[in-house]
């Protein structure tokens, strides 16, 4: 079984500061990873996915991660974030893509 | 296409009513998937289907949940007898098989509230 653990409840930053959203994993076999973006009120956006290959995935709206599978981790990370930004943002796993698994999110409060 | 519709976006009912949520979808996809979020449990997966039928069911949490796919553009949850502790909102997604992007898309979601 797989399970993930979204380290930070809320994350509060100022507008155009650099942001990181943490993402530790459990699984036994290889996995796919993921992170989505809910804004309020609204369905689940996917931001990037982690298959194979490079470690570093680029996503939508600026955002990159890195995954490393020797600390199994999946951090989010961004170098200037914007007000709309501001979202709850969510981290999963799948081992054939089917059966996501989700964090608890992290909510992400841009700030003027 | 239009994404993933799901109906109704809201609904309100009483403790022992029959409810059913509604979801359509993206034409061509292979997998539906039906979410659950609360505020307790976070988001959890209750039952998908691959080419109508279901796959795996193991996320359902009682018998009162039921799910139906009668054919590739429609797919019903219902609840029956509802219950207050089923308040949550529901999310239905579908993605495509063999391009190996794994991406499922959502649907806005259904907010079921049973008073």
């Known amino acids: 079984a797989q399970s993930v653990t979204q380290l930070d409840s809320q994350v509060p930053v100022f507008e155009e500061a650099p942001v990181e959203l943490r993402c530790n994993y459990s699984?036994?076999?290889?996995?796919?990873l993921f992170w989505y973006v809910q804004y309020p009120n609204q369905g689940l956006q996917l931001l990037l996915k982690y298959l194979s290959g490079s470690t570093l995935v680029k996503g939508i709206n600026g955002f990159e991660a890195e995954f490393n599978k020797s600390q199994t981790s999946f951090h989010l990370r961004k170098p200037s974030v914007h007000i709309s930004d501001t979202a709850e943002y969510f981290c999963a796993v799948s081992q054939y893509g089917n059966k996501l698994v989700f964090g608890a999110g992290t909510i992400l409060r841009v700030k003027s | 296409d239009a994404g993933v519709i799901q109906s109704p976006r809201h609904e309100v009912t009483e403790m022992g009513q029959e409810v059913t949520l509604r979801c359509k979808p993206i034409?061509?996809?292979?997998?539906l998937f039906w979410y659950r979020q609360t505020m307790m449990r976070g988001l959890e997966l209750l039952i998908y289907?691959?080419?109508?039928?279901?796959?795996?069911d193991s996320g359902m949490p009682e018998d009162r949940f039921s799910a139906k796919m009668p054919n590739a553009s429609f797919s019903t949850l219902k609840i029956q007898p509802s219950e207050p502790r089923d308040s949550a909102v529901y999310f239905c997604?579908?993605?495509?098989?063999?391009?190996?992007?794994?991406?499922?898309?959502f649907g806005p979601g259904t907010r079921l509230t049973v008073t």
């Open positions: 034409s061509g996809h292979d997998y």
């Open positions: 997604a579908s993605r495509e098989a063999g391009q190996g992007d794994h991406e499922q898309y």
């Open positions: 289907f691959n080419n109508n039928v279901p796959i795996d």
């Open positions: 699984s036994s076999v290889s996995v796919y």
